[in-house]
């Protein structure tokens, strides 16, 4: 069966990328945001943060693995999710450069996605 065609594919991938929103900006964030503060402040409110990822990742991973999702292709859909919102954040929220590793990155996870789903 497609794992594409169901709706728990698509619900499980919808709350992965929210939950990649608020990790994202957990782990990156505060280097923008707090860099005078000190790091314990810094670490504190990037736990608080991630308290909301993982509100969504673990029902996201709950739903995928009850749809029969297995194991590697969600984390494989993790990974590639997290790319996905990872250059966005990089280039207009962190203003980093758009860099040509991350097309390469982004094709190496594209293969990993097409070995771990096909079949």
């Known amino acids: 069966m497609n794992p594409f065609a ?3 594919f698509w619900q499980t991938a919808g ?7 608020f990790m994202t900006y957990a782990w990156y964030g505060h280097l923008k945001t ?3 503060k000190p790091w314990l402040l810094a670490a504190l409110v990037s736990w608080g ?5 993982y509100l969504l990742q673990v029902p996201a991973n709950r739903i995928g693995n009850a749809a029969g999702i297995p194991l590697g292709q969600l984390k494989i ?6 790319l996905g919102v990872f250059v966005p954040f990089a280039v207009f929220y ?8 991350y097309l390469w990155a982004g094709l190496c996870l ?3 996605a097409y070995f771990i789903f096909r079949g």
Do not use: G, R
């Open 34 to 36: 707090l860099s005078a």
């Open 49 to 53: 943060i991630a308290l909301f990822e």
């Open 77 to 82: 859909l993790q990974e590639v999710i997290t």
């Open 6 to 8: 169901t709706a728990a």
């Open 15 to 21: 709350l992965l990328v929210c939950s990649n929103l």
């Open 94 to 101: 962190m203003n980093q450069p758009l860099k040509l590793d």
């Open 110 to 112: 594209v293969a990993a």
